[in-house]
């Protein structure tokens, strides 16, 4: 939510593609930004002290919690959310693969596992169950027991990978 | 993953992907938070920073002067609203202590909300809340039952003479006796550590009051709208219909906490109204952790008697269970009392509960509720009975197993819905039989001799149990011809994740012969339907699908009457073909269900409707249950204990499964792993801490610790179904079986790896802290 009595910055920040100028309150987080703000709310707060994961945007490439990173430290930088994983209105394959394997229940965490995921995916192949462990360990999962996220990463990389 | 037997029979038995994924997978969830409230005000809380305290003065002047803040209420401003949320589970013996929404004059556990702030943004909230100054008069707090019972021990409720808020026994056979006569006693106490619900969205409530239609409108993310309508109908002194209460139909996690009703639940959709502007309030983790219910926290004192062959005579348990600081009900304990037999033979049994009253948050539900600590303590004394008997552990379980053709069993003693606690069906022996063939257990045990000879702690636990579910009083469900051509089923139950929209589609399309992509699902709207309960205890597939099917049903009947009369032939010969109801299959002889709907609903204005049609497609059904239904299962532990730094590590798990009859495999399946990786978190890592003055320790991610992908093994999980036949559908619960049975079966694989140091692991969760004291322990004695 924007508070109105902070001392307001004029950044300018790229999210899904477009770029666009806002007066930010300096103590606003860039998870209240993109939710409140850009009305972006597939972001989700779920503990707020950078520790659950269901927060996590990619900001200039790198998974980061937007609970711990403030709106003007976005500035210049191109953020992705979930938001935009299926800009063409057909779910992308990391999303295909979450939903094929059950990799979802209550779907609140849902969102910042598809963005680490994501971003871990661009740096290379996860070849094994215990690699695609390691990779989603960042992120909380009340609902599935995570064995449903272990096969969406597997199945999501093979396929990236073109087999 | 794994084998569901039973076979496939229309839309109920199959693996339907959900038709909630879609939105859920692009960030187009409608969580509460999410919500479009235009010109809506947050709340933020003010919270008891002591765990026992008089207020003497609170001064929020500074706070209501601070620009943007709108309102600020303390429990003071607020007396019209200071009623008694009311404990779920009663007894005539309770001494029960007033819970209230937010209490003016005095606070009992660390977290209890005592003022509301509304403003502008939730970051202003929160500034004025550090601007109200509490003059509080600490007293004396209770951080344990141990504390609660100790001689002199500080009253939870000043003034008090005593904190067990109640005493209550449950016997059958002679206990006493029999344990004088056994061949063979052992004795054993056991600790169970408190935990939380930790779903990933916490607890939020957002309101609006219209005083044209004197309505007020609830978000909530409750477990239980309707209770939480009924309960706001009685405090406000409102008609019910005046009253709705929304859960959104996308709810991050339930697992009890939000089944439960709170004092923010009361104050928000008040402070709505007395300002005349909407207000949510979402809870953040921080507050989640102080006030939202939790449980487990029980010390059993228990003593078994059996015989040569470990078949067992006789138990008895003290248990002494942690209410907190007032008593929301008695489910928790209560189902522990009735859980501790299990899947065995118990011919004489005595079952003594104390409830204490401490100064920590109230217990209540949590996946489990109340069981996994009556299972932790009747299978780590079969493990000990196996051991002092020179027994195999599988082979003393497979003795006092209740046999498949023993049911309906009659156990001896009550259940928590008042009846006797009778067992509906199931079959133990194969449940453990085909865990242990999983387990290769022979050759599984051969090769732990062998590791053991090489020093390695290698060990294996089994743990059975049954599950109470499907609970009443009843559960419904209204199906309807929309004036679209849909048929639009309705629920009281709310979900958290579980799939509602696709499961009660899938029963609806197999009752009405229709394929389900023409039926939609709504759910935990109390304004769409009158009456109903909520999702807790497992129950809503053996209550609402009953429910659900019986009405799908009789809109069956209502439709192809419709479509006969309007084809000119008997309702036997219709039936659908796509959206099509047809004469003998053939779609030129058929009327479509918008036609059926233009007729029987829209109908046209002053004209007679055609002979033979009724008016209105809408049907509705609810579903009462004579009892609980008992699902059952077993689970096996392979672990390696690394005795230096006292590290679990998990090698092997297999679970047994058995719900009765599955309606979504794959659902079952999330269901049960889900369950598993929360018992993981109960047996090796969360533990809700307190200290002596009741202040509590892990109130962070980074102190308590919940389960990643990295801690949660692999399972190979099997089912088998024996169907309930206490509903048409056979269905019994799945949502806590996976969690019920894990940290007993985890605690017995590590007390058997660690057997040839002698350790004991009486206390779950069993941290690698407790592992390295276990075997200094048995080092030294």
Request: glycine content about 10%; aromatic content about 6%.
């Amino acid at each position: 939510m924007t508070d109105t009595t902070a001392t307001g910055h004029l950044i300018s920040v790229t999210v899904n593609g477009a770029t666009a100028q806002h007066a930010v309150d300096d103590r606003t987080t860039l998870a209240d930004f993109l939710r409140e703000r850009l009305r972006l709310t597939g972001t989700h707060l779920g503990c707020e002290h950078g520790v659950c994961g269901a927060c996590t945007v990619i900001v200039d490439g790198a998974a980061v919690r937007s609970c711990l990173m403030l709106a003007v430290q976005a500035d210049g930088c191109a953020v992705e959310t979930v938001e935009g994983l299926a800009a063409e209105g057909e779910l992308g394959p990391l999303q295909r693969a979450f939903r094929d394997n059950y990799a979802l229940q209550c779907g609140f965490c849902t969102s910042g596992f598809l963005m680490s995921v994501t971003a871990a995916l661009r740096e290379g192949p996860v070849r094994d169950e215990q690699q695609a462990r390691d990779v989603l360990s960042g992120n909380i999962c009340r609902c599935t027991g995570y064995s449903g996220l272990v096969q969406a990463v597997l199945d999501a990389s093979r396929e990236a990978d073109g087999e | 993953m794994s084998d569901h037997a039973g076979a496939v029979k229309g839309m109920i038995g199959a693996s339907v992907t959900r038709r909630e994924d879609d939105r859920l997978l692009t960030g187009h969830g409608r969580y509460l938070d999410d919500l479009e409230l235009p010109g809506a005000l947050a709340a933020a809380f003010l919270r008891s920073t002591f765990a026992h305290a008089n207020i003497r003065s609170i001064d929020a002047d500074a706070a209501r002067e601070l620009p943007g803040v709108v309102a600020v209420f303390t429990g003071a401003d607020l007396m019209e609203i200071q009623k008694p949320l009311a404990p779920k589970v009663t007894h005539p013996q309770l001494r029960d202590y007033p819970r209230l929404p937010m209490p003016p004059s005095a606070v009992h556990y660390v977290g209890e909300p005592i003022a509301v702030v509304v403003a502008e943004s939730r970051y202003l909230a929160e500034d004025a809340i550090e601007l109200i100054e509490v003059d509080y008069d600490e007293l004396p707090a209770v951080g344990s039952t141990a504390a609660a019972l100790a001689p002199d021990a500080p009253m939870a409720h000043e003034g008090d003479e005593s904190n067990v808020a109640v005493r209550l026994a449950q016997s059958s056979g002679d206990a006493e006796q029999a344990l004088r006569d056994a061949p063979h006693t052992l004795s054993a106490e056991f600790t169970v550590t408190r935990g939380g619900g930790h779903s990933m969205e916490c607890r939020a409530v957002a309101a609006r009051f219209d005083p044209a239609t004197g309505q007020l409108v609830v978000w909530d993310t409750t477990q239980s709208p309707h209770y939480a309508r009924q309960q706001l109908s009685l405090i406000y002194q409102m008609p019910e219909d005046d009253i709705r209460v929304i859960a959104p139909a996308d709810v991050g996690g339930g697992f009890g906490p939000k089944a439960q009703f709170y004092g923010e639940e009361v104050v928000i959709p008040w402070v709505a109204r007395k300002i005349g502007r909407p207000v949510k309030w979402v809870e953040d983790r921080s507050e989640n952790f102080v006030s939202a219910m939790m449980e487990r926290s029980q010390t059993h004192r228990v003593e078994v008697g059996f015989d040569d062959d470990g078949r067992l005579i006789a138990v008895r348990d003290l248990v002494e269970h942690d209410q907190g600081a007032y008593c929301a009900g008695l489910q928790v304990p209560s189902i522990t009392t009735s859980t501790l037999p299990g899947p065995y033979r118990v011919p004489n049994i005595h079952v003594e509960l104390l409830a204490c009253y401490t100064n920590m948050v109230p217990a209540s539900s949590v996946r489990g509720a109340g069981r996994p600590q009556a299972v932790f303590t009747m299978e780590r004394m079969l493990d000990r009975i196996a051991e002092h008997l020179d027994l195999d552990p599988a082979v003393v379980r497979e003795r006092n197993l209740i046999q498949p053709d023993e049911f309906p069993y009659e156990v001896g003693i009550t259940f928590r819905d008042g009846s006797p606690l009778t067992y509906d069906s199931g079959d133990f022996p194969a449940l453990l039989s085909g865990t242990l063939e999983r387990l290769d257990y022979p050759a599984l045990r051969a090769e732990q001799a062998t590791l053991r000879a090489e020093g390695r702690l290698v060990g294996i636990g089994l743990a059975c149990y049954v599950e109470g579910c499907g609970l009443g009083p009843y559960e419904g469900a209204k199906t309807r011809l929309t004036n679209q051509g849909r048929v639009l089923v309705t629920l009281a139950a709310a979900g958290q994740g579980q799939g509602y929209e696709t499961v009660y589609a899938q029963i609806a399309a197999d009752a009405l012969g229709l394929d389900m992509r023409y039926i939609d699902v709504t759910t935990g709207d109390t304004s769409k339907i009158p009456f109903g309960q909520g999702t807790f205890a497992s129950r809503i597939t053996a209550t609402a699908g009953p429910a659900t099917y019986q009405a799908a049903a009789q809109l069956r009947e209502r439709l192809a009457e419709t479509a006969a009369v309007l084809l000119g032939c008997h309702p036997a010969e219709i039936s659908f073909v796509g959206d099509r109801a047809c004469l003998d299959g053939d779609v030129d002889k058929s009327r479509t269900l918008l036609e059926l709907a233009q007729v029987a609903n829209i109908g046209k204005h002053g004209i007679t409707l055609p002979k033979g049609v009724r008016a209105g497609l809408e049907t509705s059904a609810y579903f009462a249950p004579e009892r609980a239904a008992y699902a059952s299962g077993a689970h096996a532990a392979v672990v390696e204990v690394d005795p230096d730094t006292g590290g679990v590590t998990i090698l092997k798990y297999v679970i047994g499964h058995d719900c009765g009859n599955v309606i979504n495999p794959r659902l079952v399946d999330g269901q049960v792993l889900g369950g598993f990786a929360h018992g993981i978190g109960n047996a090796l890592y969360e533990e809700a801490a307190y200290d002596a003055d009741a202040q509590p320790q892990a109130a962070s991610y980074l102190d308590y610790s919940l389960v990643s992908a990295t801690e949660v093994p692999a399972v190979d999980l099997f089912h088998i179904q024996t169907p309930s036949p206490l509903n048409p559908l056979g269905a019994k619960g799945a949502g806590e079986g996976g969690t019920i049975p894990a940290p007993a079966a985890v605690a017995n694989a590590v007390e058997d790896a660690l057997r040839p140091l002698g350790a004991r692991i009486n206390h779950a969760p069993v941290t690698p802290a407790r592992v390295v004291d276990a075997i200094e322990r048995a080092a030294t004695d």
